[in-house]
């Protein structure tokens, strides 16, 4: 009984089986498949996380995972195929209906039994070990022998002896009527497996560690009963649909899964980058994309034809590609090909006019400056650009020198004891600083010269800022009070300091920082005199034996202070 349940996925009848990684978008459900003979329901494939999903190799692991009273062990595999994220023992673990029509009665069975009307009893009968139970009234019944689904009739005949009417009867079975079905061809582990009738098929093949990923099909699985097929199962609509064909299971029933039809890959800008299965002699890049669901951005693919002694490579269009023929084993890149046309450039701060401003790729700050317009505070000569690359390779400098600092300090060798429990301390300290260090976010602000900035090109994502006028000093660092302090002209940098508390005792009174409005950062004298709008960091004291350490440890607190205008402590 060959059903399709997913139909109008072209004429082509064409079946898809996917696999993937736990973080897997399933596509939408107007993506059909169908069976050999137009049938279809889904398969899925062992467990892989996503990490593991994404390696090249796809061999199997050696964590093995134990599910409890299923008696079933997982080898988890790393497999892109998509779905492989359903065999994690979800299925196993559950239970379908408990009623089973072909199980036998036998000794020790427990029979609800319920009698009204004209005589009345309600109570849980134990069949005995002759196979019978006692009714009230009237008698042994044989019910051992019997099926599940003949006992209802069975009990009530033999009622209908004594009380021919006005007697209603209800009896069944207290528990579960197990079944066992027998899982083989490319699973994990074959084997006979226990459960109830009316379990799903996606339960069974769980218990059997779910579908080989790298051998086994998704698009053509059997059900057979005496060697007959009964049902034919195409995962694929579990996973595309949330539809799956109901099946009541007996004992003896075969779940047999083949070997993988042909296969294609997909990578890029597309939502499914995953391998899929498909069973038919011509597929379309149109309808691999229609599964793989491409991103608005995409615009090309290119196919690598891997069929035969000759490597070859084509490149389309979308468009253009949508009555290519794909081959078992084709690997499929969607890309994002996009010539720069316009960007976007935020202005924030004191301005009065728009804030987003859209230009020609290649424009200039020239251009920018043309449509400001600032208000009485705005220090348009102090401009602040914060753009995002800048900040990228800023943040990758800095963990590069941090990198360096480990391997520098991890790296020294102790010649006593007393050198070694030094190098143990510095250990220590540098962990914690780097620890806090990588945590820092820089600005990616450029500093901008008045004189020249206009000819300063953009790029996409810059942020302006202009600077408000202010008379204000932000003193921070390592000072006791961290704070705003009023400018005043002809004060020095060591005055300010004082008006908010003076140095701490970690601090490093000959490492003061300067940062202008513009982004332009030096060191100074503690005697510099400010001007409006600057800002002091006091960086810390550096206590380390360690020459090179000492060394890194400062280079990146001049790193941190320059990029995130932040005075890190130590």
Partial sequence: MKKTLLATFLASQISFAFAATDDTMLPDSDVLSSGPSGSASQTIDASANQEQAQAAAMLPSNSVINLGNTGAKYSQVNSRMFGAQLFKGAFATSAGSTFNSSYVINPGDNINLRLWGAYQFAGSLTVDPEGNIFVPNVGPVKVAGTTNGNLQNLIERNVRRVYVANVGVYAALEQAQPVKVLVTGFVNQPGNYGGVANDTVLAYLDRAGGVDPERGSYVDIQIQRNGRMIQYVNLYDFLLAGQIQPFSFKDGDVIVVAPRKHTFSVSGEVFNPFDFEFNVDQLTVEQALSV??????????????RQGSEYRSEYYSIAEAQNVVLQDGD????TADRYAGTIQVRIEGAHNGTRAIVLPYGAKLSEVLKQLKPNELSEVQNLQLFRPSVAKRQKEMLNVALDKLEESTYSVRSATKEEASLRLQDAQLVKQFVEKARKVVPKGQVVLNPNSFSNVILEQGDVLNIP?????????GEVMFPNAVEWQKGMTAKDYINQVGGYTQKSNKSKVIIVHQNGESELVKSRYQLKEGDEIMVLPKVSSKGIEIAR???????????????????
Avoid: C, F, N, W
């Fill in 292 to 305: 793989a669901k491409p991103k608005p951005g995409a615009t090309h693919v290119s196919i690598s034809r």
């Fill in 331 to 334: 690997v499929l890149s969607v």
């Fill in 468 to 476: 408000e006028k202010t008379s204000v000093i932000m003193v921070h």
């Fill in 552 to 570: 890194g440890l400062t280079t990146i607190l001049y790193q941190i202070a320059i990029a995130a205008k932040v005075a890190l402590d130590i």
